[in-house]
C-alpha cells in the first residue's frame, strides 16, 4: 500500500510538513527493492530514510523548543525508531540480501506503520500551538 501525504496530516508547519512528505516518499521507495530483491538498492533506500529521519527528529525537537511543547517522550519514541532501523539495517547487512520474504514484509510494515502513526498521532499534537504561527516558522536555531 503507498503511503500518500494529503493536507489532513499538515501539522501546521512547512519544513515539518515538507520532512514528512519526503519521508513517506521514501517508505514508497523501500518496496520497489523488496519486491525486486534488490538487496543494495534495498540498504541504500534505507540507509536514506535513515540519515532523513535523524534530520528530521533533529527539526522537530528544535521546533518542539522553540514553541515550549514538551518533547521528551516523542524524543524517546524518535530514538527508539532509530536503533529499530538500525538494526533492521544490521540484520539486512549480516544476511547479505537472503531475506525470507515474511521477514522483510514485517520490516516493510513496521516502518509504513510507525512513520504513518508518527505523523498523524504523535507529530500532530503539536497541531494546535503550530497554527498560532507563521506556516513557514522556523526556530531561531534552525540551520540556514
Ligand atoms: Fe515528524
Redesign the pocket.
Known amino acids: 500500500m503507498k503511503l500518500t501525504w494529503t493536507r489532513l496530516m499538515s501539522v501546521g508547519n512547512e519544513s515539518?510538513d515538507s520532512e514528512?512528505k519526503t519521508l513517506l516518499k521514501m517508505v514508497n521507495d523501500i518496496e520497489r527493492p523488496i519486491r525486486a530483491k534488490d538487496a543494495a538498492a534495498l540498504l541504500q533506500a534505507f540507509k536514506l530514510f535513515e540519515d532523513a529521519f535523524h534530520i528530521?527528529s533533529r527539526n522537530?525537537a528544535r521546533i518542539a523548543r522553540a514553541i515550549n511543547y514538551p518533547f521528551e517522550e516523542h524524543k524517546l519514541e524518535h530514538l527508539y525508531f532509530l536503533n529499530e532501523l538500525q538494526s533492521i539495517r544490521d540484520e539486512l547487512v549480516s544476511n547479505e540480501g537472503r531475506w525470507s520474504e515474511s521477514a522483510v514484509e514485517h520490516y516493510y510494515c513496521f516502518l509504513s506503520e510507525w512513520t504513518a502513526t508518527?505523523?498523524g498521532e504523535d507529530?500532530m499534537r503539536m497541531k494546535e500551538i503550530l497554527e498560532t504561527l507563521p506556516y513557514d516558522f522556523k526556530p531561531p536555531d534552525a540551520p540556514q
Open positions: 515539518i514528512h528530521h522537530e508518527h505523523i507529530d
